[in-house]
Nanobody, 124 residues
Framework: QVQLVESGGGLVQAGGSLRLSCAAS??????????MGWFRQAPGKEREFVAG????????NYADSVLGRFTISRDNAKNTVYLQMNSLKPEDTAVYYC???????????????WGQGTQVTVSS
């Protein structure tokens, strides 16, 4: 069974920073074969793409709303993907979900595996 476990969420003031982590595990899960990404969902809204990375880490893509403020990275030795979030805004408030999809995570909200989510709240 594959598990994606997010951590690092919390309450932060506008302009602040947070770093989310997502640790992947599973006997049959080969982390280095999977693209990894982050999505978020605010109350009353649909889940939306935030950032994605291909299996090798050589290609990344971001939502326009976070471009230049958020950075996705991965450590294949630790089976972990990160999302560094800087210059946070109140509109970034949402539950953030980690996603894994074979080869690459794209902007469409499809994944082979999802984490349980971590709350990020940005106060004004």
């Amino acid at each position: 069974q594959v598990q994606l476990v997010e951590s690092g969420g919390g309450l932060v003031q506008a302009g602040g920073s947070l770093r989310l982590s997502c640790a992947a595990s599973g006997r049959t899960f080969t982390f280095s074969r999977y693209g990894m990404g982050w999505f978020r969902q605010a109350p009353g809204k649909e889940r939306e793409f935030v950032a994605g990375m291909n299996w090798s880490g050589t290609s990344t893509n971001y939502a326009d709303s976070v471009l230049g403020r958020f950075t996705i990275s991965r450590d294949n030795a630790k089976n972990t993907v990160y999302l560094q979030m800087n210059s946070l805004k109140p509109e970034d408030t949402a539950v953030y979900y980690c996603a894994a999809r074979l080869l690459v995570v794209t902007a469409t909200p499809k994944a082979d595996y999802w984490g349980q989510g971590t709350q990020v709240t940005v106060s004004s």
